[in-house]
């Protein structure tokens, strides 16, 4: 099993910055990929980017050339770095873990708010 911990999240206006962090414990070395997941207010949860255990990432076109997905510390920790806070970027973070059996962890959430 994994564990995620998600923090960095808050409240920011419009054009700021955020880095979250989510921290993984327990299983992390069966952990294929990684990544950031928004589920914004009566929308469905979508994928924001993601990283591989090769170090690939991937972006959706929303965050392309704003946000910045890196990790550090032997996997047990990825970093969302968000540039460029747009108001439509305002929902629950989620961090997630999909592992080479093809179980999927998540996270509890953390809350960005984009707004003046």
């Known amino acids: 099993q994994v564990q995620l911990v998600e923090s960095g999240g808050g409240l920011v206006q419009p054009g700021g910055s955020l880095r979250l962090s989510c921290a993984a414990s327990?299983?992390?070395?069966?952990?294929?990929?990684m990544g950031w997941y928004r589920q914004a207010p009566g929308k469905q949860r979508e994928l924001v980017a993601s990283?591989?255990?090769?170090?690939?990432?991937n972006y959706a076109d929303s965050a392309k050339g704003r946000f910045a997905i890196s990790r550090a510390n032997a996997r047990t920790t990825v970093f969302l770095q968000m540039n460029s806070l747009k108001p439509e970027d305002t929902g629950v973070y989620y961090c997630?873990?999909?592992?080479?059996?093809?179980?999927?962890?998540w996270g509890k959430g953390t809350l960005v708010t984009v707004s003046s």
């Open positions: 990283i591989t255990s090769g170090g690939v990432t």
């Open positions: 997630n873990a999909a592992m080479g059996s093809g179980l999927g962890y």
């Open positions: 327990g299983s992390i070395f069966s952990i294929n990929v």
